[in-house]
């Protein structure tokens, strides 16, 4: 995040505070611009004064941080007055958000004023990851505030608009997180073209109608609740089972970025067998499906599982040296493409379901790929998978269906206090004994690509 600062310890902030003002005020006198906003002379001169005493200079950096957060303050200034204009009331009687996305919450972060009563709708960083919430000043707004969050994305680095892969437990744990943190005025979900992503957008509303209903280390059993009323009780819990190993390896590399993302040879392999379980026993299932049922099942179970194999297959089996298996992969995501969108309810969602959204290349008929192999890889001595671990269930708890390999651990008491690390003994914590040859060894540690909930410090991530 880039600091309004170039003297080491003199933040603008530290000017504002000195001078009673604001942080935008400062950036509007230092930026010549107080004339735009009527900013008087005895504030300017006190602030003027201030910053020379101070030694404070913005970088040039700083510079444009400072013009872009006060373009937007004056952007909010200007639309508050059409507000009042046309409503012909006060600005904070009318409801507004203020969503801070993208490069918005760095100008934010950079001391961006929001009037007390706009609620601030806080963005997931595309992926599903939301980026920041409030602090506990924030949480006092009048505004309080809200999350626009993703389950389907179109921009860079990477779409995702084909098919949806967001689980019920990232959804319920990112929500969950969010409204402990007050944001609980607006919910807004970018669901793309609605049809992918029917089971995640029912699990959104079910899950914004009674927050409490489907927390973190419940969420994944909605899977088999859906399938029970959608298909029937007899086929739930096998569509579920199906479903959650759909969701578990999309976490560790979407179906629309698998020219983006390497594996090594054993995961490879894997990934593989994975897939084709799941694509195998999806059309066994689709045997035991009503009659009446058969269009739901295809578009809401079998499109999305056999395709997403069918997509892992085109990849890994080009990369692998298996053109031919990879030709035959592409072209049965072709022929069922055909069928969603032209024999399915009778043609009904005709052009609803696209193969290859945007046309981007990793939806495109496979080419032979020269001297290109799968990673290489150490491999590991053991793998240790969280449920192995010890811990204390009152402060920690194992999320089914969240992260790469199913599960993880997790604080789920959101709001509770940060330790420092002085206090190391107090924090919760998790071990385990092993028994391991002699020497050195190195740990690696993966965790879920959460970002810090009130600072621009993301934890660790596991690299794609």
Known sequence: MSKLRIKQGVRIRDVAAAAGVSKTTVSLIVNGRADQVGISLATRQRVTALVRQMGYVPSSAAREMATGHVAVAAVIKDQRAMLEKHFKKAAQEVPQIFCPYKEVLDLYRAGTDVPDDVTIVWADDNHGYIRQLSTPEEQKRSGRSGVYYHLSYWGAPADYLWLSSISPSLISYEMSKAYAYGADRLWVFNVGDIKPAELEIEFAMDLAWDVNAWPPEKATDYIQEWAARTFTKEVAKEIADIKKVYYRLAASGKPEHMNKVEFSTEETAERLAAYQEIAQKTKELKEHIPAHLQDSYFQLVFYPVVCVARMNEKHLYTRTGHPTKAL???NEIK??????????????WNGMMDMKPRNQAV????EVEKGVSTKSTETPLLIIPVTDLQFDPGQLHIIPGLGFDGSCLSRIQFNSSSYQPTET???????????????QRRIKLFCVPTHAIKKAVPCARRSA
């Open 328 to 330: 035959e992969a592409y």
């Open 335 to 348: 022929d069922l493409t055909k069928i969603y969108n032209e024999e399915i309810a009778e043609g009904k």
């Open 363 to 366: 939806f495109m008929k496979p």
């Open 425 to 439: 003994d107090k924090a919760p914590s998790a071990s385990i004994r092993l028994k391991l040859p002699k020497g």
